[in-house]
C-alpha cells in the first residue's frame, strides 16, 4: 500500500496565513515562510499555499511570496489562487511551485485543466474543488472561496476534472471547513470509487482519529489540515507516530 500524506494548508490573505470557519471570521495566524519552514522541519510530507483571495479580488498570487516559502522548504509545494490562464500557472512554477492548484478559473473555463496538463504534465495540476451539501441532498460546487454558487454537482465535475487531465483532486467540505468536526468520509469514499486519481481531504480535521478515519483503505490518499497545526493542537512528528500506531502506512 502506497504511504498516505499529511500536508498542512496554509491559506494566505493579504500575505498572512488566517483560518476560519466554514471561509468565515478569518483570524491572523502567522506568517507563511515561517510556518512553511516549520511544518517542513516537523516531517510534512507536502505543503498547501492558497491564496484565499486573489479570485475575489481579482489578481493573481504574489510570486515573491511563492518564491520565499520554496527557498525555505525541501518537500514538494502546491500553490493555488487567481490561477486562469496558463500564464499564470507558467509564473508560480517558474516561482518555485512543485504543483498548481485551480478551482473557479477552472469552473468557469474547464479548458484551463486541460491547456495546463498538456504543456507540464498532470502531476502538476492539482484541481481543487469546494462543495456544499444543501438543502435538496446534491454537494454543490461553489468558486470565490464558498462566495458563488456554481451550476456544477460534485461527483460529475469531479469526473471531468480527471478527463481533462488533473493529476489530483483535491475536496474541500464547505460544511465541514475549520469546524473540527471530522471529515465527511462517506463523500471521500464515494470519490474514490469513481476516481483513479489521488484524492486529497480537506475540511473538517479535529483530532488523530479523524485523520484516521479519512485514511482508511478506500477512502482519500493524503489528509489535508490546518486548524490542528497552526493552533498546535498537535505537531506532525507526534501525529505521524499516532497513525502508525493505528496501522495508518505513513512515511515517519
Not at 491547456?115 to 495540476?125: D, P
Request: overall charge negative; glycine content about 10%.
Amino acid at each position: 500500500m502506497l504511504a498516505k500524506r499529511l500536508i498542512p494548508c496554509l491559506d494566505v490573505k493579504d500575505g498572512r496565513t488566517v483560518k476560519g470557519i466554514n471561509f468565515e471570521g478569518l483570524a491572523d495566524v502567522g506568517d507563511p515562510v515561517e510556518l512553511g519552514a516549520r511544518y517542513a522541519a516537523e516531517g510534512a510530507d507536502e505543503l498547501v499555499f492558497l491564496d484565499i483571495s486573489a479570485t475575489l479580488e481579482g489578481r493573481s498570487t504574489f510570486a515573491a511570496l511563492v518564491e520565499r516559502i520554496a527557498d525555505r522548504i525541501n518537500i514538494p509545494f502546491t500553490v493555488g489562487g487567481g490561477i486562469s490562464t496558463l500564464e499564470d500557472a507558467s509564473r508560480l512554477l517558474d516561482s518555485g511551485a512543485d504543483k498548481i492548484t485551480v478551482n473557479s478559473a477552472a469552473v468557469a473555463r474547464p479548458e484551463l485543466i486541460s491547456e495546463i496538463a498538456e504543456r507540464y504534465g498532470s502531476q502538476f495540476v492539482v484541481a481543487a474543488i469546494d462543495a456544499r451539501l444543501c438543502d435538496d441532498g446534491i454537494w454543490h460546487v461553489t468558486t470565490h472561496g464558498g462566495k458563488k454558487m456554481s451550476d456544477k454537482e460534485l461527483f460529475s465535475w469531479a469526473g471531468e476534472v480527471q478527463d481533462r487531465g488533473a493529476g489530483e483532486l483535491l475536496f474541500t467540505s464547505m460544511n465541514h471547513d475549520g469546524t473540527k468536526h471530522g471529515y465527511p468520509c462517506d463523500v471521500y469514499t464515494a470519490l474514490a470509487e469513481r476516481l483513479s486519481i489521488p484524492l486529497i481531504a480537506s475540511g473538517g480535521a479535529g483530532s488523530v482519529e479523524d485523520i484516521a478515519e479519512v485514511l482508511r483503505p478506500g477512502c482519500a490518499d493524503a489528509a489535508l489540515a490546518a486548524s490542528i497545526f497552526h493552533y498546535n493542537q498537535i505537531s506532525i512528528s507526534e501525529l505521524k507516530s499516532r497513525l502508525v500506531a493505528k496501522g495508518i502506512p505513513i512515511r515517519i
